[in-house]
C-alpha cells in the first residue's frame, strides 16, 4: 500500500467513521484506489455504485478541507462516474 492510499484511508475513516451505506470507489491516480462502504473504509478496487477520480493534490485538499468536491467537479479536477446523489452524500461528508 503507497503511503498516499495509507493516509487517505486514514482521513477517510475519520470522516467517515461509519463506513458509507452505498459501496464508493475512490481512485487516486498514480497511486490506486479506496473503497468505503457498510464495512468501512480500506484499500481496493472493485464494482462500486459511485466512483469518484481525482489526482493526489485534489484528493488532499478535498480530505484536508482546502478543496471544495463541488468547485473541483465543476473545474474537472475531479470526476465522477455512477450515482450522482451518492457523489453529493459523499462531498457533504468530505467538506
Not at 468536491?69 to 462516474?81: C, E, W
Request: glycine share 12%.
Amino acid at each position: 500500500m503507497s503511503i498516499v492510499i495509507e493516509k487517505a484511508v486514514e482521513q477517510l475513516s475519520e470522516k467517515l467513521p461509519n463506513g458509507f451505506p452505498s459501496v464508493a470507489k475512490f481512485v487516486i491516480e498514480g497511486e490506486g484506489s479506496i473503497i468505503a462502504d457498510p464495512d468501512g473504509v480500506r484499500e481496493g478496487d472493485g464494482e462500486a455504485d459511485v466512483t469518484l477520480t481525482a489526482d493526489t493534490d485534489t484528493f488532499r485538499g478535498m480530505l484536508s478541507g482546502n478543496v471544495n468536491p463541488t468547485m473541483a467537479f465543476m473545474q474537472g479536477k475531479l470526476k465522477i462516474d455512477g450515482s450522482m446523489g451518492l457523489a453529493m452524500q459523499l462531498g457533504s461528508a468530505l467538506s
